[in-house]
């Protein structure tokens, strides 16, 4: 394909222009005269035959077409910007974009990713996290690590582990319970699935439970662990995701009752290449969770954890 020619430093020009919306200020970071992009602009214009800002006594306003224009440009410079900082020492750093459930991503992947930057020198991990609501496409993540039953549509999974619910609690407020049915009359705290704790006592042998306790719902077992340890109440969450504070008798978990509701996923589009940074990310993740490879390919089941 033999591209037209392309003005880029008009392009620069117009770019910094309608971020700063100042001839001026674009001038200042691209270390040339206000004049000079001035001109880049106004041949920018001619060229494209259409005005890209209208000029004010206090600087610009961008126009429709401008509009258009701008957000064109702005990806193709943050393109270039990110392969230019793959080049770094000897080798090139290959991007790797990975959106995680933040009680995920808080409680069991941040401890140990520095084995896997040790591992995988020339890898820049992009790490974001979410409540389990993620587009994969529209977000540009190359994998999502996701809670459920490893079911989403047009996607393929892997089983990272297992993750029941069980209560947690300051160890001051287990010294109080003898028995599962000591919990009833106390805050109970719970993510948006109302039968959870129905189901801990059932599973506890506690059948047709009459609840009269107050509870707290939470969007994130996160939030839910920080209510713990300021003594709101005690927590049905997924003890994996809290080995540290366990650990360290922050919390204890009174009783051997578990819950199972979904898993921790491993996520990608099925249409998604798998590049060498995937592969050698996938690798360490199944490995270190010590799982196996299980695919799924199903229709949406969201559960956000």
Not at 80 to 96: C, K
Not at 204 to 214: K, P
């Amino acid at each position: 394909m033999v591209r037209p020619h392309l003005p880029l430093n008009a392009f620069r020009a117009f770019e910094a222009s309608a971020r700063h919306l100042s001839f001026t200020r674009a001038a200042i970071e691209l270390n040339v005269t206000q004049a000079a992009v001035s001109h880049h602009v106004k041949g920018l214009e001619e060229m494209l035959g259409t005005s890209l800002f209208k000029r004010l006594p206090r600087g610009l306003m961008i126009t429709p077409e401008g509009e258009r224009l701008l957000p064109v440009l702005r990806d193709s410079f943050d393109r270039m910007a990110d392969a230019v900082e793959r080049f770094r020492g000897e080798g090139i750093r290959e991007i790797l974009n990975v959106g995680a459930v933040g009680t995920f991503a808080v409680g069991w992947l941040l401890p140990r990713l520095q084995t896997f930057a040790e591992r995988h020198p020339f890898i820049e991990l992009r790490l974001s996290t979410n409540n389990n609501r993620v587009d994969l496409a529209a977000e540009g993540l190359d994998f999502a690590i996701r809670f459920g039953s490893g079911a989403w549509h047009g996607t393929d999974a892997e089983l990272l582990f297992d993750a029941p619910l069980s209560a947690l609690c300051l160890p001051r407020t287990a010294q109080e319970l003898r028995e599962p049915a000591d919990f009833l009359g106390r805050t109970l705290l719970r993510s948006y699935r109302p039968d959870e704790w129905t189901r801990w006592f059932e599973a506890a042998g506690l059948r047709r439970v009459v609840q009269h306790h107050s509870s707290i719902v939470f969007d994130t077992s996160l939030a839910m662990m920080e209510a713990i340890l300021q003594g709101a109440g005690i927590g049905l969450a997924p003890p994996r995701m809290f080995e540290r504070q366990l650990t360290s008798g922050a919390i204890v978990q009174p009783f051997d009752v578990n819950v199972p509701v979904g898993s921790y996923w491993l996520t990608k589009l099925q249409s998604r290449a798998v590049t060498p940074a995937m592969g050698a990310f996938r690798d360490w993740l199944l490995d270190a969770s010590g799982a196996g490879v299980t695919p799924r390919k199903e229709a949406p089941v969201p559960s956000p954890q």
